[in-house]
C-alpha cells in the first residue's frame, strides 16, 4: 500500500455555500474535483495528521463511491481513525452526534439535504467541526482559499474497504470503525425524551404517520417509532433509502410531501404525521386536519419543552433564523429568556450553543434543534412533538388553537422562485439594496414601513460580522418582508421571499395563510418589482 502525491490545478468554484459545496454529482464525478476540495479540507484545517474523523452520507448516488476516495485520501493525509457509518450511511444528525460522542477533531459528511438525488441530480460535501456542527464562515473561507491554490492531493493506493460489515479494519495505518449508524442516535433521544409516555400513548390507539421521503432516515424512524415506542408496523412510508430518494424531491414540505398532507387531510387520519429530508436533518410536521409551520412548529416547541426531560429545568435561551417568524421570540419574551436571531444557516447557532446561550433553535426551512447536537434534527423535533402530545394529551390542532390565542398568530409563508437567471436576480437584489434608505415612512397596501436594512449579524459570543444576509422590510403593524438569494441551489439562483403578519385576535387566526398575508405579498411584489426584474410573477414552490 503506498502513498501517492498526485499533482493537480485549483478547479473554480469550490466555494462552499449555505451549507458545504454542493454541484451536480457530474461535476463531483469529474476528475480531481472531488480530491480537489476534501484534500482543501484536510489543508484548510490545520491537516489530518493524528486526527479522527467521523464520515457518512446520506446514502444519495456516488455517496458509496465518494466514501472510498475520502477514507483513502485520509489514510494519506496521515489521520489515526475514521468512524464511518455501516454503508457510508450517517444522517446529519447522527453524524454531529457521534462527532461529538467520540470527541473527534470532526467530521465529513456527504450530502445535497433536500436537494434531489441521482447520476444527473446533485451531491454535496461538508465538513463538521468537533463541537458537532458546520464549519463557521472562517473555516470554510480558508477551505475555499486551499482551493484555490490547490496543486497535489494525497491519496493511499488501496483496494476498497467493506463498509457493509461492522467492525475495525485498518487501510495503510489508519484505523477505519465501521459501527451502526443507528445505535448511538437512537440511545440519545431515549435519553432525552419520556419513551414510557409517548408507548403509554400509543397503547392507547394513537397513530402516526412518518414518511421518509426514500431517503436516509427511514432506518431510524423505524427503529425509534416502531421498534422502540410500539407503533405499527408500517407507521413509516418510504424507509428504504434510494440512490435517487425514489426520484422525489427528498424535501419535508407541502409540495413535495403531499402524500402525507393527503393522508392527513382525510376523514380518517391518522393523529399525527411527520416527514423529513434526505440527509434527516429536516422535519415537517402535520396534525389531524392542520399543517403546521416550521415558525410555529418552534415557538410551540419553545413554549412546551420543559414537558421533557431533558428540557424540564427550562430554556437558556431561543434562537431563529432571520426569516423565521418571530412567533418564538413571543415565547422567549414569556419564558424571560433571551432571544437571538442569526442568518440563515445552522452554523451560526453554533456559538450560540457551545456558550450555553441558547437551548432550542430554528428555522422557517423545516429545520429544529436543540443544544443535544449541533445541526438541526428531525427525528428529534418529531420525538418532542410526541413527548408534548403524550404529556398534554390533546390533539395538534386544539395546542395550535390554544397557542395562537395565548400568543397571537404570526401568519407565515415563504415563496421561491427558482432556477431563475443569476444576472436577473443580483440585479434585483442591487436594485432593492439601493431603494432601502427611501423606504421608511411609504405607505403601502394600507401598511406603512417602519424600517429596512440588509440584515448585519454580530456574532455576540466571537464578535465576528456576516453581512449582506437578506434584505428585512418592516411594516408599523408588525408585518414584515425578507427577500434573500438561495445559498444552496445548484442551478440559477433562487429569490426567497418571506412573508409575515402578526394577527393578535383570537377570531381572526383561522384564515388561510396566502389569504391572511395577501397585502404583505402584493407589497413585496410592488417594492421588489419581482415580474419586472426576474420575469416571473408566481413562485413555483411556496411553504
Ligand atoms: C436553505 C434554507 C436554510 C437552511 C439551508 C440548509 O438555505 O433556507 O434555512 O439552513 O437550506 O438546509 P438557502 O438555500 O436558503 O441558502
Ligand atoms: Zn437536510
Known amino acids: 500500500m503506498t502513498s501517492t502525491i498526485h499533482a493537480t490545478t485549483p478547479i473554480e468554484g469550490q466555494k462552499p455555500g449555505t451549507s458545504g459545496l454542493r454541484k ?18 484536510f489543508d484548510g484545517t490545520g491537516g489530518a495528521q493524528g486526527k479522527t474523523y467521523v464520515l457518512g452520507g446520506d446514502g444519495r448516488y456516488f455517496n458509496d463511491r465518494a466514501a472510498q476516495v475520502i477514507l483513502k485520501m485520509a489514510a494519506a493525509n496521515g489521520a489515526a481513525r475514521v468512524i464511518v457509518g455501516q454503508g ?35 451531491f454535496g460535501v461538508k465538513f463538521n467541526m468537533p463541537n458537532g456542527g458546520p464549519a463557521p464562515e472562517s473555516v470554510t473561507e480558508a477551505i475555499y482559499a486551499c482551493t ?62 412518518f414518511d421518509a421521503m426514500c431517503a436516509v432516515t427511514g432506518p431510524y424512524a423505524t427503529e425509534i417509532l416502531e421498534k422502540r415506542l410500539g407503533m405499527e408496523p408500517g407507521t413509516v412510508i418510504n424507509a428504504t433509502p434510494l440512490q435517487d430518494f425514489g426520484g422525489h424531491h427528498p424535501d419535508p414540505n407541502p409540495t413535495w410531501a403531499h402524500v402525507l398532507m393527503e393522508e392527513m387531510f382525510t376523514p380518517n387520519a391518522p393523529d399525527f404525521g411527520a416527514a423529513s429530508d434526505g440527509d434527516g436533518d429536516r422535519n415537517m410536521v402535520v396534525g389531524r386536519n392542520i399543517y403546521v409551520s416550521p415558525s410555529d412548529s418552534l415557538a410551540v ?31 422567549a419574551k ?16 453554533g456559538n450560540l450553543l457551545d456558550a450555553g446561550r441558547c437551548t432550542i433553535c430554528g428555522e422557517e426551512s423545516f429545520g429544529t434543534g436543540s443544544d443535544h447536537v449541533r445541526e438541526k434534527d428531525g427525528l428529534w423535533a418529531v420525538l ?3 413527548n408534548i402530545l403524550a404529556v398534554r394529551g390533546e390533539s395538534v390542532a386544539h395546542i395550535m388553537h390554544a397557542h395562537w ?18 444576472r436577473h436576480a443580483d440585479a434585483m437584489m442591487s436594485a432593492l439594496k439601493a ?82 398575508l395577501g397585502p404583505v405579498i402584493r407589497a413585496a411584489h410592488a417594492l421588489a418589482g419581482i415580474k419586472e426584474q426576474i420575469g416571473r410573477d408566481r413562485p413555483n414552490v411556496i411553504t
Open 24 to 41: 451536480k454529482t457530474p461535476v463531483f464525478m469529474r476528475p480531481m474535483y472531488l480530491e480537489n476540495f476534501v484534500q482543501a479540507i
Open 88 to 122: 457510508a450511511i450517517l444522517s446529519t444528525p447522527a453524524a454531529s452526534h457521534l462527532i461529538r460522542l467520540n470527541q473527534t477533531d470532526g467530521g465529513i459528511i456527504m450530502s445535497a439535504s433536500h436537494n434531489p438525488g441521482g447520476p444527473t441530480e446533485d
Open 148 to 209: 484555490q491554490r490547490m496543486h497535489e492531493i494525497h491519496m493511499i493506493t488501496a483496494s476498497d474497504i467493506h463498509l457493509d460489515k461492522i467492525g475495525r479494519v485498518r487501510l495503510g495505518e489508519m484505523i477505519v470503525d465501521v459501527v451502526d449508524p443507528v445505535a448511538d442516535y437512537a440511545a440519545l433521544m431515549e435519553s432525552l425524551f419520556d419513551f414510557r409516555a409517548i408507548r403509554a400513548m400509543v397503547a392507547g390507539g394513537f397513530r402516526m404517520r
Open 301 to 331: 416547541l419553545a413554549a412546551n419543552a420543559h414537558l421533557a426531560p431533558a428540557y424540564k429545568g427550562g430554556l437558556k435561551g431561543i434562537a431563529r433564523s432571520m426569516p423565521t417568524s418571530a412567533a418564538a421570540d413571543r415565547v
Open 334 to 349: 414569556a419564558l424571560g429568556v433571551e432571544c437571538f436571531e442569526t442568518p440563515t444557516g445552522w452554523k451560526f447557532f
Open 384 to 386: 418532542l412533538w410526541l
Open 405 to 422: 390565542k395565548r400568543f397571537g398568530r404570526n401568519y407565515y409563508s415563504r415563496h421561491d422562485f427558482e432556477a431563475i437567471d443569476t
Open 435 to 516: 431603494s432601502i434608505p427611501t423606504l421608511p415612512g411609504t405607505e403601502i397596501e394600507g401598511m406603512s414601513i417602519a424600517s429596512a436594512d440588509d440584515f448585519a449579524y454580530h456574532d455576540p459570543i466571537d464578535g465576528s460580522v456576516s453581512r449582506a444576509q437578506g434584505v428585512r422590510i418592516k411594516f408599523d403593524d408588525g408585518s414584515r418582508i425578507v427577500l434573500r438569494l438561495s445559498g444552496t441551489g445548484t442551478e440559477g439562483a433562487t429569490l426567497r421571499l418571506y412573508l409575515e403578519r402578526y394577527e393578535p385576535d383570537a377570531t381572526k387566526q383561522d384564515l388561510d395563510p396566502q389569504e391572511a
